[in-house]
């Protein structure tokens, strides 16, 4: 495994990496927040699965869930279902399947567009994002997901989850990413699952999922 902390000189690393011999020697990538880049590159780059929600730093006072998380991801076949350790709420209704794919928000947005990151256009995504108000206010965050709107990418998007923002969600958010879901005629929801909070969920990059915003489920495939 390689499990490695974010940062946000990261896509100065894209250039240096050795995809061909990371393909011929394949381990298990996880990381967290910034550490997006390196891993929606590596999995566009090899087809290797990249895990996203834990880092190095998620093991200082590690809780059950994230234990959990880590045991059946990596020690066990891989989840099913994703377990829950909060409240969803559903904000556009719908189901959506296709291969998981996203992470910190401003990153994935970065990552459009550039040489090293590129999707399977006859593909559909499920998109997982997060990020949070220490780092971008709503309108910032909004700022984000525009620029994600107006890449051909979303065309191919399928369904959208987006992890803890706020002890206290603001409305303008919510409304934000149900306006998300009903411009482009796609379930959404909003947990606490994942996120830079106390709950770290993995997300396996690459794996196909489907997402059922009325029964508020991530099933895998």
């Known amino acids: ?84 350790n909060s409240d969803w709420r559903t904000l556009s209704g719908g189901r959506g399947e296709g291969l998981l794919i996203g992470g910190y928000l401003r990153n994935f947005a970065l990552l459009l567009g550039s040489r090293y990151f590129y999707y399977d256009g006859q593909e559909d995504y499920l998109l997982f994002l997060e990020d949070h108000e220490r780092f971008s206010n709503v309108a910032k965050l909004s700022s984000f997901l525009s620029h994600i709107e107006q890449n051909d990418f979303i065309r191919r998007v399928s369904g959208l989850i987006f992890g803890h923002y706020a002890e206290s969600v603001p409305g303008d958010l919510l409304r934000r990413l149900e306006r998300f879901g009903e411009k482009h005629g796609i379930p959404v929801v909003y947990c606490d699952d994942f996120g830079h909070d106390v709950n770290h969920a993995i997300f396996p990059i690459g794996r196909r999922a489907a997402l059922n915003a009325e029964e508020q489920s991530l099933r895998y495939g």
């Open 1 to 84: 495994m390689v499990l490695f902390g974010g940062g946000e000189g990261g896509n100065e690393l894209l250039p240096l990496l050795d995809y061909e011999k990371i393909r011929r020697n394949p381990k298990f990538y996880c990381s967290f927040s910034d550490g997006t880049t390196i891993l929606n590159v590596v999995h566009a780059q090899t087809g290797l699965p990249a895990y996203y929600g834990q880092g190095p730093g998620m093991f200082y006072g590690l809780r059950y869930y994230d234990y959990a998380q880590f045991l059946a991801h990596f020690a066990e076949s891989g989840p099913k279902e994703r377990l829950k």
